[in-house]
């Protein structure tokens, strides 16, 4: 709770490591208004205001591959159901939904629910995407979910961080530091659906579970933030009835994960169809399929640097703070580290020649050369 911002970047964003911070939600509107003195959904005060919304939902209780069946319902239906659910006791024999990935920002951007902590004000996907208003998207989510509710193991998107905050209810998570997932494959090399499965002491079927040993595990109340570490495997339950604010984010102390991850996928891609490299736009249908698996592609990514880089660089050289989520102020030194970070992912880039990139490689050159006046 007396976590500070240069403390918080430098031993959990630039070391990668999970924290639990407390004391998040004091000044959030959704906890006055979404929930009754911390503890009680406030269900007419959701339904008046936001229950004509469709809502993505997933059910808990049944497998789509190594996710949850997701569909669309509609908001006040989803209440009436949880209100349901919870005075029955959440019986067995009712489907337990979890409204998850909810846009709401999107849907609803004058309501003003919560301000983003200073500690995850660098956050550079949303602002990309917040001051791009045509993409019509943005990693900021609203999840909703009874007692029972869960989410199956997995690594967040783009080898992103994420922080969660709960407006109610409690949590449990459990966090597997970078490679040793690898022990929660089975003999094929599929991941576990889920670390509470017998299976995995069936040393026949998951041979290395038995060496796993380093799993952290964290327990996050009302008003308590999680911070999510790129590239950590986690699970997490709802051990009460809980709302939470959730987004994905990249900044400059991650960006390279980013990066890699970006670069496997797409080598991924290549060897999954090497055998048609002779066939015309051969490496235009490699970025088609690299977006399609990875929710980007390499046009994609130098789009997104080149917007952060300009915006600093403008910044810098009018010897202006930049407003960044939260409507906090960046000053000069953050800026300076985030091109510093940026500069050698965009030299690599150039380096690759890609065809897909080339209508960037003289703005590239350009960027670059800026970054490095304003370094010296």
């Known amino acids: ?16 490591k999970p924290c639990l911070i ?45 996710a949850q069946i997701k569909s669309s319902m509609n908001f006040s239906e989803f209440l009436d159901y949880w209100k349901n659910y919870a005075n029955n006791n959440y019986p067995t024999d009712m489907p337990c939904l979890y409204l998850k990935d909810w846009h709401f920002m999107i849907e609803y951007s004058e309501e003003c629910i919560y301000r983003v902590p200073n500690l995850f004000a660098s956050d550079w996907m ?5 001051n791009n208003p045509t993409y019509n998207d943005d990693y ?20 992103s961080f994420s922080w969660s905050v709960n407006v109610c209810g409690k949590k449990k998570w459990i966090f597997f530091p970078p490679g040793t997932e690898d022990l929660l494959k089975d003999r094929f090399g599929k991941l576990v659906y889920d670390v509470n499965s017998q299976d995995l002491l069936n040393s026949s079927k998951y041979p290395n579970y038995q060496y796993l040993s380093n799993e952290i595990v964290l327990i996050q109340e009302v008003g308590d ?31 390279k994960s980013m990066w890699i991850a970006l670069e496997k996928a797409f080598s991924d891609v290549k060897n999954e169809i090497a055998d048609c490299k002779d066939m015309e736009n051969w490496e235009e249908h490699c970025q088609i399929m690299l977006k ?15 917007f952060i880089a300009e915006r600093r660089i403008e910044s810098l050289n009018k010897s202006k703070c930049l407003k960044v989520s939260g409507n906090w102020e960046m000053g000069r030194n953050h800026m300076l580290f985030d091109l510093y970070n940026i500069n050698p992912i965009l030299n690599t880039i150039n380096t690759l020649k890609l065809p897909c990139v080339n209508e960037f490689t003289q703005r590239l050159k350009e960027i670059m050369g800026r970054i490095i006046d304003l370094l010296e």
């Open 1 to 16: 709770s007396e976590l500070n911002y240069s403390k918080f970047y430098t031993n959990y964003l630039m070391a990668n």
């Open 140 to 159: 900021r989510f609203v999840y909703m979910g009874p007692k029972g509710s869960w989410t199956p193991l997995h690594a967040d998107v783009f080898s």
């Open 292 to 306: 399609c698996a990875f929710g980007m592609n390499f046009p994609d990514f130098v789009k997104f640097l080149i």
């Open 22 to 66: 407390k004391s998040i939600t004091t000044d959030w509107n959704s906890q006055k208004n979404w929930v009754i003195k911390t503890i009680t959904t406030n269900w007419n005060y959701l339904k008046r205001k936001y229950g004509h919304s469709e809502v993505p939902v997933a059910n808990c209780n049944e497998r789509y591959f190594n």
């Open 225 to 255: 933030a999680v911070f999510v570490p790129s590239g950590w495997h986690h699970q997490v339950w709802n051990i009460e009835d809980t709302i939470s604010i959730n987004h994905n984010w990249i900044n400059a102390c991650n960006i």
């Open 126 to 130: 949303n602002e990309y995407l917040i």
